[in-house]
């Protein structure tokens, strides 16, 4: 093949990849698969800018998508997800709160 | 409105947005035909005229500078609201890290396997090297202050995934943190002011342009822009995750 | 090839919208926000590509080859990081919600007025 069918292979592979991960990013409910989901697909995004010669653009996408999005995203799932907490030792007004169930919508 | 009905009414409306893009499609010249003169004419004139040979980092930060001060300033209005918006409200207490009891501290892990352990401490100073090598040299290499910003902070962050989470709490003081964020931001928006001092317009570049394209002292104000948004996004990313973590140490208070 | 990538990118925007409108969690839709995001990164630097045309860097090859177009290379690059720190800021609003109501789905937090 001639370098510019490679080139035009590897592009359609690689748009053809991200269309699928984006699907399969919003069709994951459950939070923490969702986050590990998003950072595949930023990989796929980094090679495909890859693929569109855009070295820059790959680099950002690479730190951001892989590296910062899933850690802020971690940190704040893990805030909103209530677990049992065991009565505060400092505070003698503080009842042990009973465990309830965080909502995880499973479809 | 039901489910259904909420869906039926998203089908409907997707279908005109699908039929909009595809008629906004067919009026593109096709993938690979870049038409507009634009790109063009910055490729021919960006090496001669800024010495740098990093085209897209002269145009983020010299041709394009204004937006990228916009940019910017999102950033830092984001790290400054999500300072805002996490403040301690009433009836949250902070809880210390050491004063847990025995059968909550035996319920959670406390110390990371050192698989993760060692390879993270162990990278955390060629990370924050390569951040720093690449916030520097945006006017050479595919590199640049913002690339460059979040692989520094991601060294901070490592410090926090070996575990260690005590030493990175003492050392990413908000105090400090704020003030390296506001000096990035701000030396960004004073070095455009400085040009308006000399009677430029805002942002010209008016530092000696250097002698080879693509050294580092080359390309006058564009690698010091870099530097300067490089410090601003490390300290901003630094911030947010420092701000998510002290939320997982609030405690709620009852009543 | 000449309209794949755009196809793509309606496909990726639907798919983003379809999950906002049926999401029953904050976080999940502030994820497929992000999806539809990364769609337009996907258009910029399709709308910019050169057929033939190499990265813009002229470090190390002769000035005039053919390079892709380096603008909306720019804009695409500036929108990464910062749409991170955006998404931190929403994902604080979510954390701020779930503290007052107590739950993150959004067909309940929506009854709450005032």
């Known amino acids: 093949m001639t370098p510019a069918a490679l080139m035009d292979t590897l592009q359609v592979v690689a748009l053809l990849l991200v269309g699928a991960g984006a699907t399969a990013v919003v069709r994951t409910r459950n939070r923490v698969r969702q986050v590990l989901a998003l950072s595949v697909y930023g990989i796929l995004l980094a090679i495909l800018f890859l693929a569109f010669q855009a070295p820059d653009v790959t680099l950002s996408e690479l730190t951001v998508g892989a590296v910062a999005l899933p850690i802020v995203l971690l940190l704040a ?31 | 409105m039901t489910s259904r009905q909420r869906l039926w009414f998203f089908a409907v409306a997707a279908a ?21 003169p634009y790109g063009q004419v910055i490729l021919n004139e960006a090496v001669k005229q800024t010495n740098a040979t990093g085209v897209v980092s ?17 950033l830092f209005t984001a790290a400054a609201g999500m300072s805002v918006v996490l403040r301690k409200l009433r009836g949250e207490r902070e809880r210390q890290p050491l004063d847990e009891t025995d059968s909550a501290a035996a319920a959670r892990p406390t ?14 100073g060629p990370t924050a090297l390569i951040g720093w090598w690449l916030a520097s040299h945006a ?12 692989i520094l902070a991601s060294a901070f962050i490592l410090i926090y995934l070996s575990g260690e989470f005590l030493t990175f709490r003492r050392l990413s003081p908000v105090a400090l943190l704020d003030a390296v964020e506001a000096v990035g931001a701000a030396g960004f928006a004073v070095i455009g002011l400085a040009a308006v001092a000399q009677g430029f317009p805002y942002l010209y570049n008016y530092l000696p342009l250097g002698q080879t394209p693509g050294a580092v002292s080359s390309s006058g104000t564009i690698a010091l822009i870099s530097f300067f948004v490089g410090l601003e996004v490390a300290a901003a990313f630094v911030l947010i ?15 | 090839m000449q309209i794949v990538p755009f196809l793509v ?6 798919a983003g919208l379809y ?23 996907v258009l910029l630097l399709g709308v910019g590509y050169v057929t033939g045309g190499v990265a813009p860097y002229f470090y190390d090859i002769p000035l005039h080859t053919k390079a892709v177009d380096p603008v909306v290379q720019a804009l695409a690059l500036t929108d990464v990081v910062v749409e991170a720190a955006v998404t931190a800021l929403l994902l604080s609003f979510a954390i701020q919600a779930h503290k007052r109501f107590g739950t993150l789905d959004p067909h309940e937090l929506a009854e709450f007025k005032g």
Not at chain 2, 21 to 33: C, E, K, Q, S
Not at chain 2, 139 to 149: E, K
């Open chain 2, 241 to 255: 995750v420092g701000e998510l973590l002290g939320q997982s140490l609030l405690r709620q208070r009852s009543a």
């Open chain 2, 111 to 124: 110390q990371t396997g050192s698989a993760i352990r060692i390879p993270a401490l162990l990278l955390v």
């Open chain 2, 16 to 36: 005109g947005l699908v039929a909009c893009y595809l008629w906004a499609f067919a009026g593109l010249p096709g993938f690979g035909h870049y038409p507009g």
């Open chain 3, 19 to 41: 999950g906002i409108v049926t999401s029953r969690d904050l976080i999940h839709q502030i994820i497929c926000l992000i999806v539809v995001q990364s769609s337009t990164y």
């Open chain 3, 9 to 14: 990118v309606a496909w990726v925007v639907v």
């Open chain 2, 58 to 74: 002269a145009v983020n930060f010299e041709y394009r500078g204004f937006d990228t001060v916009g940019e910017e300033f999102i």
């Open chain 1, 77 to 107: 799932i893990s805030k909103v997800h209530k677990r049992a907490e065991p009565a505060d030792p400092a505070d003698p007004a503080d009842p042990a709160r009973p465990a309830q169930p965080d909502r995880k919508p499973e479809r």
């Open chain 2, 139 to 150: 006017q050479a290499n595919p590199s640049g202050g913002f690339q460059g910003g979040v």
